[in-house]
RNA sequence: GGGGACGUAGUUCAGUUGGUUAGAACGCUGCCCUGUCACGGCAGAGGCCGCGGGUUCGAGUCCCGUCGUCCCCGCCA
């Protein structure tokens, strides 16, 4: 192989087959860097020694496959290459075969200057050789079977399931598969595959895991393809908090693999925590949270700056931003996504400028330094009415209309100024370089404002939080009225965050017939309409079904970040566009007539 | 569905207030070169300026539309 040759090896005869990766060639001498997946090995063609193997080398061109049969040499000291590992080696080749010509590539995998991503994906096989993208897929190899292995262990099976199953209309859109024996019906891809794994739990495979596909017909990001990855996972009998060491487990074994000591157990917070803290529900922790300065405020501060004083006055920071100009300031605003009512004062000068004691407070209280960015996010006129809280709730609709403003800013403004304040580059430092969190007691039901009606945050077969039946059961037929105590249900629902991406979603489900039915009807789902979605499942939950549990991460997300990666498509070998096309294979195309005819489709243009 | 960025040589990019023959680097082709390793030197080829329309004496540049890629909001139980 071509990078495994070392000074030990010297004196060896030695066959290297691989891709002219370069051609340096200086008349008499000419040297080929020779590379697999291995490394890159200098094999050296002198005419002197070897002319026939010499003349061999003046038609070799950029990624020929070659093979070079000849002896393994020590380099001069002088001629050593210290920035590869077989630098102190090379290859005085007796011969040179060619085994297949190359024309020349649109781009060489030895660029240093990355192609655009639309020639990338075109010319997919020609991207996966350069070393970052053979470094990403083996970290991904390497990170499935650590996973895999350790789940096994840990007696778990991995049992597969359908891709052509049935469409559920809840959630994501559906891929569908047109059947030809059956014109007119539709298997759907799965968006996960949630009720097999439940089913798998009532037909008594105790502990179950997949790594398997999942399909969504939504609209793409960096971090969301349409098909994507997930390590599934469900357990009998478990502890949300038993589910979280499994987890905890596999992860550790998963970033051992990639060369990352992680520690456990990961710290926990509550869902309106987090949203309280950092506006978000998949915090980053590698900044600072927010601080609630309204009682840095006099009264009639509040009331000159148009704040509405019941609601919180969020303090951003973000560290080590140094002095923003004029302009870097004015360009705060336009990053700032308003949700209800709430306004920012983006520039902090002019609060320290105009209301001096004020802004004193708010730099000791949220612990800002010199050079730190504050921002400020409050409350309009036109917010939301405060609303009477939940004993156990901490945030109500009108403060997460601020906190969610507040936090989206927080993110655009970390990201913006990521090279100043370097806190998203790896330290070398595991602790600090992968902050994981569990987030917990996630609300059930979550408020539809074009449906008008409250529906299921996680998926209908979560388990509420056995201190809120009652909560249950009292909202059980307001549905359609935003105040419902349906708004103050916690659902035994947890998420696994990194770093600010949601790598992982999961809950205790429902096992008992009479809760199932009571969160259908708190769903606003008949009888008829849920046998008619989920009759086979319903039915099998009265056979005797074991309480369960369990959770899905997106083995994507793990990798991506693992190999320091921007988008999905850096760790996905054959990725799909924006727009769920192939740019490889071009896909999705039209299929001619007779294939329509024979599935019963008529296309309509 | 909405907003934004980008599209010029095989590749990465530059291209001034609209101006005559659209440049550079890398890659490619040929020649020279015995220790290079992003080798070096000389010479050369290579362009529907994404596509369509408009304004203009004149458009890579301005306007409208369209296609594609990327990022974000919505969406993703």
Redesign the pocket.
């Known amino acids: 192989m071509c990078g495994v040759l070392r000074p030990s090896d010297a004196g060896k005869k030695a066959v290297l087959m691989g891709w002219v990766n370069?051609?340096?060639?200086?008349?008499?001498?000419v040297?080929i860097?020779l590379r697999d997946r291995t490394g890159v090995t200098?094999v050296?063609l002198?005419?002197?020694l070897n002319s026939a193997a010499h003349d061999k080398a003046q038609a070799l061109?950029?990624e020929y496959v070659i093979a070079a049969i000849g002896t393994v040499k020590l380099?001069?000291s002088?001629?050593?290459?210290k920035?590869?590992p077989t630098?102190e080696v090379?290859l005085?080749a007796d011969e040179i075969r060619i085994l297949n010509e190359s024309k020349?590539?649109?781009?060489?995998p030895s660029?240093?200057?990355?192609?655009?991503?639309?020639?990338r994906?075109k010319y997919r096989y020609i991207d996966l050789r350069r070393d970052v993208m053979q470094f990403n897929i083996e970290t991904r190899h390497k990170v499935a079977k650590a996973i895999r292995d350790y789940l096994s262990g840990q007696g778990f099976f991995e049992i597969e399931t359908p891709f052509m199953t049935r469409s559920t209309p809840?959630?994501?859109?559906d891929y569908l598969v047109p059947s030809r024996v059956q014109p007119g019906s539709f298997y759907a891809l799965p968006?996960?595959p949630?009720m097999f794994k439940q089913i798998l739990m009532i037909a008594g495979f105790d502990k179950y895991f997949q790594i398997v596909r999942c399909f969504?017909d939504?609209?793409?990001?960096?971090?969301?393809q349409a098909e994507f990855t997930q390590i599934d996972l469900e357990m009998s009998y478990p502890q949300p908090e038993r589910v979280w060491e499994v987890v905890e487990g596999f992860l550790v074994a998963a970033f051992k693999a990639a060369g990352f000591e992680i520690k456990t157990p990961f710290p926990r917070m509550d869902y309106d925590e987090a949203i309280r803290l950092y506006g978000i529900d998949k915090p980053d922790l590698r900044l600072p949270a927010f601080t609630d300065v309204r009682d840095c405020f006099a009264p009639e501060n509040l009331q000159q700056l148009a704040v509405n004083p019941n609601l919180p006055v969020v303090a951003i920071r973000i560290p080590n931003v140094g002095e923003l100009s004029r302009a870097e300031r004015d360009s705060i605003k336009p990053l700032f996504?308003s949700k209800g009512g709430a306004k920012v004062f983006e520039d902090f000068k002019r609060i320290e400028k105009n209301l001096p004691e004020a802004a004193a407070k708010i730099a000791a209280k949220s612990g800002a330094q010199a050079g730190d960015l504050l921002v400020i996010v409050a409350g309009s006129a036109q917010s939301g009415e405060q609303t009477a809280l939940p004993p156990h709730r901490k945030v109500t609709p009108s403060e997460l209309a601020i906190y969610a403003s507040a936090g989206?800013l927080r993110i655009a403004l970390a990201q913006k100024y990521a090279e100043r304040h370097g806190v998203f580059k790896k330290s070398g430092d595991s602790a600090k370089d992968f902050r994981f969190l569990w987030v917990t007691n996630f609300p059930m039901f979550?408020w539809d404002e074009?449906e008008k009606q409250w529906?299921?945050?996680?998926?209908?077969f979560t388990s509420p939080h056995e201190e809120d039946m009652a909560l249950l059961e009292a909202g059980v037929e307001s549905v359609n009225d935003p105040q419902s105590p349906l708004s103050a249900v916690r659902a035994l629902a947890y998420d696994v965050v990194l770093n600010g991406t949601e790598l992982g979603s999961g809950s205790i489900r429902i096992h008992r017939q009479d809760v199932q039915r009571r969160i259908f009807r708190a769903l606003g789902m008949s009888e008829d309409e849920a046998k008619a979605r989920f009759g086979f499942f319903l039915e099998a939950l009265e056979y005797g079904t074991p309480p369960h549990g369990g959770i899905a991460l997106g083995l994507d997300r793990i990798v991506m970040i693992l190999a320091g990666a921007?988008?999905l498509?850096e760790v996905i070998p054959f990725p799909k566009?924006?727009?769920a096309?192939d740019?490889m294979v071009d896909a999705p195309t039209p299929v001619g007539e007779k294939q329509l005819r024979e599935l019963g489709i008529v296309v309509k243009k």
């Open positions: 370069r051609r340096r060639d200086l008349g008499s001498i040297f860097d200098q050296v002198n005419l002197e061109r950029n380099r001069d002088d001629t050593i290459n920035n590869i630098g090379e005085v020349q590539p649109p781009f060489l660029d240093t200057a990355l192609t655009n991503e639309e020639t994906l809840e959630g994501a859109r968006q996960s949630q969504r939504e609209d793409f990001r960096a971090d969301r996504i989206l979550e074009g529906m299921a945050a996680h998926h209908p921007e988008s498509r566009t924006a727009r096309v740019l």
